[in-house]
């Protein structure tokens, strides 16, 4: 049903979002932790990151359908 | 009334419409309506008509009563009218009849009797001189005693005509007269009246009748003249001999008179036969009176006949029956030699008669003498009164002497008387010549007249007979001519009839070709139309058979072909119902199976194969989803189709989306708007469009509203998509079915055959 992609993309979306923002968490934590002495910044950074990333991917698979792909031919006249 | 009418009226009309129908009520309302006012002027119409009717038969009866001829148009036209006629006004009066045959029939009765009566005339004077005459003819007698008693019919009369010539047999058979078509018929006397009646009505008749009547006539001349002839020659002979005979009779009767009055008077017998004498003497005088009254009876009697004889034969000779004319002659000389024979005897009684007078003379005479004689003697001898003869022994002697004296005083006394006489005898015998001359002279003279009359009438008769022959010769003459013209008239007749003959045989040829022809075509012709009747009733036959077997062929056809519509419908319907097991959400059940029940049931029909193929395929195999479903489905597109309503190709990031999201919360519109009839290009906006899809799906037209979403773009339409694509699969596989099933439909109201 094409009335249902959509709502299908906007649950991947948000799947996509809450594991990006939950992978970007942690690995924000992580890396907070990690590397960056518990700042906020790294946590922040990555929830960000990973929004972002889901935002984009959201996007992305929402503006799927209007993506021209072109392709490259090479005319070689022989 | 009217109120109840109204009421019935009411009541029945409830009655009907609670659905028990009795409109009986209102029908006798109706009824009772129409009477009331009408009752008066239907009684005058009513009247009016009866008096008409009325009026017109009695004038009609009135005016039939007056004009037959009308009364007879009207029996003629109207069919009881008669009976009718007859009890009103009696029996119709007789019709006229115009008399044109009857004087023709009355002519023969009228001959015959004539001849009856001409019998009767002739036989009655027989029948008067047979009283009177005792002297009976034996042979004539029997049949004249027979028509004394007056014959009253014709048939009797001429039996007697018949016999009175069988017995007689004088006259013989007359021949025919001349030829002569137009010959008035039998002239004798007693003809006349018939010829007055004749005469005026001389006409054509046919010639059979012509010939009969001609025959008749002549054998009623024949009869006529030959009974009248014979009867009245008979009867006239008859009486002539009677009279003759009389005559004679009376010529002896006298003759013996007077030879016994001399006998008696010579007185020369004895006195005893004197009586007896003189007895016979009284019978020989009255039986002479006697004879004498009969001969004169019978002379008047022979000369009445003569007469009529004469007579006769005058009339007779006034026709002109020629051949006749020798009976008439010898009538003739019949009658004379009567006249003559009857003449003799008659001067013959005269002279008798004159004898006798004298001798009666004398013998008074003598008997006066006688009577003085006695008277003396009486007075001389008074005593002696009775008669003297018988007292011839009786007389005394003085008587006697007296007498003798007496006697010789008588004698002397005759003596002197006879002297005298002597002397006065010559002057007695020349007185008595004188008287004797002049009688004699009368008698010549009577003598010489009857001979003069004789001789004339011997002079006629030769005349006649001579003329008769003459006549005969130029008869016979005549006839020889008339019989070669006869022969010649004959012999052309016979061309004639030859030549008719022969013409009238071919015409009555010519007139049998023709008819023969003319039945041989119709003979023709018939068989001919029966020949054709038949082709035709067979070419009939056999195109009604041809048009039977077709019938039934296409009878069968056409029940195939409804059988075939009937399964072809039966499977459209089972499809139908195939659509109707879609659930709410998930779709019918793959029409596959239903399509093929339809493919293989319509195998020979294009139409429902083409049709049947033209279903799409996602139908067949899937499946399709009701209109119901669609719909529930479409406020879900719609409401998706407004959240992205503004994404499309170029704006389709996420914040788009967002923004197009708080568009459809924030734009406030009616949900449902009627879509137009022209969309003009600003209607193709999404929202719009979305509220005319609304609408028309609300309203049952997934087309139009398949239409509308058709015309959303972007990112509505990419959510749409599939729904269009449904709802344009179940549009087409529905309207594939609605043809199928109107197909369906339409053959099968084809192939119905109505009752």
């Known amino acids: 049903m094409s009335e249902k992609e959509l709502g299908q993309k906007w649950d991947r979306c948000l799947a996509d979002c809450a594991v990006k923002f939950g992978t970007g968490l942690g690995l924000g934590i992580v890396f907070s932790v990690v590397f960056f002495k518990r700042r906020t910044w790294p946590i922040v950074f990555g929830t960000g990151l990973g929004l972002g990333m889901a935002y984009s991917n959201c996007q992305n698979d929402l503006r799927s359908r209007y993506v021209l792909h072109s392709k490259y031919f090479s005319f070689e006249q022989k | ?755």
């Open chain 2, 1 to 755: 009334m009217l109120r109840v009418c109204w009421k019935g009226a009411h009541a029945a009309a409830r009655q009907c419409v609670c659905g028990k129908v009795k409109a009986h009520p209102l029908q006798l309302c109706r009824r009772y309506s129409t009477a009331g006012d009408s009752g008066s002027t239907a009684g005058k119409i009513v009247a009016a008509s009866l008096l008409t009717v009325g009026g017109g038969l009695g004038g009609t009866i009135l005016y039939a009563k007056w004009d037959p001829k009308f009364r007879a148009n009207v029996e003629k036209s109207v069919p009881y009218s008669d009976q009718l006629f007859e009890m009103a006004l009696g029996p119709p009066p007789p019709p006229l009849v115009t008399l044109q045959k009857k004087p023709v029939r009355v002519i023969e009765p009228l001959q015959i009797s004539s001849l009856s009566e001409a019998s009767k005339e002739s036989k009655q004077p027989k029948a008067k001189a047979k009283k009177s005459d005792p002297a009976p003819v034996e042979a004539p007698a029997a049949v004249e005693e027979a028509p004394a008693p007056t014959p009253q019919t014709l048939k009797e009369a001429s039996a007697e005509a018949a016999h009175i010539i069988s017995a007689i047999g004088e006259v013989p058979s007359v021949p025919a007269p001349g030829t002569s078509d137009e010959s008035p018929p039998g002239h004798t006397a007693a003809d006349e009246e018939c010829k007055d009646h004749h005469e005026p009505v001389l006409k054509e008749r046919p010639a059979e009748e012509v010939t009969a009547r001609l025959a008749q006539q002549d054998k009623a001349e024949q009869d006529a003249l030959a009974g009248l002839q014979v009867e009245s020659l008979g009867s006239t002979a008859k009486t002539t001999l009677q009279a003759i005979g009389a005559q004679e009779a009376a010529l002896t009767a006298i003759a013996a008179h007077t030879n016994k009055l001399k006998e008696a008077m010579d007185s020369q017998t004895p006195p005893d036969e004197k009586s007896s004498q003189w007895k016979a003497l009284n019978e020989a005088l009255s039986e002479r009176t006697r004879a004498m009254e009969e001969a004169e009876e019978a002379l008047l009697k022979a000369k009445g006949e003569l007469e009529n004889l004469s007579g006769v034969i005058n009339s007779s000779k006034q026709s002109k029956i020629n051949t006749a004319r020798p009976q008439i002659l010898a009538a003739e000389e019949n009658l004379h030699s009567m006249i003559v024979d009857l003449d003799k005897v008659v001067t013959k009684v005269q002279t008798a008669q004159t004898e006798a007078k004298i001798v009666s003379q004398y013998s008074e005479l003598v008997n006066e003498a006688k009577a003085q004689f006695q008277q003396e003697l009486a007075n001389i001898t008074p005593e002696i009164q009775a008669n003297w003869k018988r007292l011839s022994g009786k007389l005394s002697a003085d008587d006697l002497n007296s007498l003798i004296a007496h006697a010789h005083r008588r004698i002397d006394q005759l003596n002197r008387e006879l002297a005298e006489q002597r002397v006065r005898e010559q002057i007695h015998i020349e007185v008595a010549l004188e008287q004797q001359k002049l009688e004699d002279q009368k008698a010549l003279e009577r003598a010489v007249v009857s001979a003069l009359e004789h001789s004339r009438e011997d002079m006629r008769l030769e005349q006649e007979k001579k003329a008769q022959e003459v006549r005969e010769v130029m008869e016979a003459e005549m006839r020889t001519q008339l019989r070669r013209q006869a022969a010649a008239h004959t012999d052309h007749l016979r061309d004639v009839l030859k030549v008719q003959e022969q013409e009238l045989r071919e015409e009555a040829q010519e007139i049998l070709n023709s008819k023969m022809m003319e039945q041989e075509t119709h003979y023709r012709r018939l068989t001919q139309e029966q020949l054709d009747t038949f082709t035709l009733d067979m070419n009939a036959a056999y195109a009604r058979l041809k048009g039977i077997e077709e019938a039934i062929d296409s009878h069968v056809i056409a029940e195939e072909e409804a059988r075939k519509a009937h399964q072809l419908w039966l499977s459209v319907e089972a499809l139908n119902y195939t659509l109707k097991s879609a659930g709410a959400d998930f779709p019918t059940e793959p029409l596959e199976g239903a399509v093929g029940v339809i493919k293989e049931n319509c195998a020979g029909n294009e139409f429902a194969q083409a049709l049947a193929t033209a279903i799409p395929e996602e139908s067949l195999s899937r499946g399709i989803y009701s209109e119901a479903s669609l719909r529930a489905r479409f406020f879900d597109i719609r409401r998706l189709a407004r959240r992205v309503a503004l994404i499309d190709e170029t704006r389709n990031s996420l914040y788009q989306y967002f923004l197009s999201y708080l568009q459809s919360v924030l734009l406030f519109e009616r949900e449902q708007v009627a879509p137009p009839a022209k969309l003009a290009p600003e209607d193709l906006d999404t929202f719009k469009l979305l509220a005319y899809a609304n609408y028309s799906i609300e309203r049952g037209d997934l087309e139009l509203a398949a239409k509308f979403v058709n015309q959303l773009r972007g990112e509505s339409q990419r959510v749409a998509q599939d729904w269009l694509k449904e709802a344009r699969l179940t549009l087409e596989t529905k309207q594939v079915i609605s043809l199928l099933s109107a197909y369906a439909n339409a053959v099968g109201l084809g192939t119905t055959q109505a009752p």
